[in-house]
């Protein structure tokens, strides 16, 4: 039996690297295409939009909004680029070395729990966490109760955890694992109903371990179609910043055209 858990904990052990490598490669094009364009977006409002600013000021135009914030921008950051640029890479920085710290951590997955791009993924995360764990420990036969404190204790996120603190109550109250993941932040309905049917039949490690397997596969569509989405929304969101320069310096020049100077 020792033998066959060590076997299982080593193979998703494996999962959960492949799985970070995934998300981690996966990122790399997005994060690269933003960096460039917050480094061209930079120079662009730090430098070229002065220019026209100085241009439309001595035509005396009547400039619209759009260009009225765009040269307020502009302004500022021509007069405090280099304070803008050391601002913005110690936030980078600090949020980084956040992220390595477990309140952290914590935090943002919490955050993630509550985004609707990224809620299917999280939950996925810790369905297959809990119940793999679940299923990996009753089929050694460790006592229901103290398994799930064992589980409890390794994971520090507090929704997932709340959950674990409610299974063990429940068990502590002699209800079943069924009232107290039901209508929870974290296992859906179709676990719940699997998890019913294992407490019935005496199979609940066979029936973890079929729901981390399930909603494994299940993790790597979220993951896929959350990615999937990035790009996208990345592109429409820079277009939209394009777009907005280009209606902001392109109005003024064609009145340009047409309007004499004052």
Do not use: H
């Not at 981690?24 to 061209?40: H, K, R």
């Not at 068990?171 to 179709?190: H, R, T, W, Y």
Request: glycine share 6%; aromatic share 8%; hydrophobic share 55%.
């Amino acid at each position: 039996v020792l033998e066959q858990v060590l076997i299982k904990l080593s193979s998703s052990s494996k999962r959960r690297m492949a799985l970070k490598s995934q998300i981690l490669g996966a990122l790399a094009y997005p994060s690269i295409l933003l960096l460039v364009a917050t480094i061209v977006l930079i120079v662009l409002m730090g430098f070229a939009i002065p220019q026209f600013a100085a241009m439309f000021l001595k035509a005396g135009l009547d400039l619209p909004l759009a260009t009225k914030i765009l040269i307020a921008v502009s302004t500022f950051l021509s007069k405090y680029i280099i304070q803008v640029i050391v601002v913005g890479a110690v936030a980078l920085v600090a949020f980084v070395l956040f992220l390595f710290t477990e309140n952290g951590r914590n935090i943002v997955t919490e955050i993630s729990l509550k985004i609707p791009v990224l809620q299917k993924v999280t939950q996925r995360y810790f369905v297959v966490q809990i119940a793999e764990s679940m299923g990996l420990l009753l089929g050694a036969g460790v006592p229901l109760r103290e398994l799930i404190m064992a589980i409890e204790n390794t994971v520090t996120v507090p929704t997932p955890k709340g959950v674990l603190v409610k299974m063990r109550e429940s068990i502590d109250q002699g209800s079943s694992l069924k009232q107290a993941l039901e209508n929870g932040p974290i296992f859906p309905a179709m676990a719940v109903k699997l998890v019913e049917t294992g407490e019935m039949t005496g199979t609940l490690d066979n029936m973890f371990g079929e729901i981390a397997t399930y909603y494994d596969d299940q993790l790597q569509a979220a993951i896929k179609s959350a990615l999937s989405m990035l790009e996208p929304l990345l592109i429409a969101g820079m277009a939209c910043l394009v777009g907005f320069i280009m209606l902001a310096v392109f109005v003024p020049l064609f009145k340009m055209s047409f309007i004499k100077p004052k």
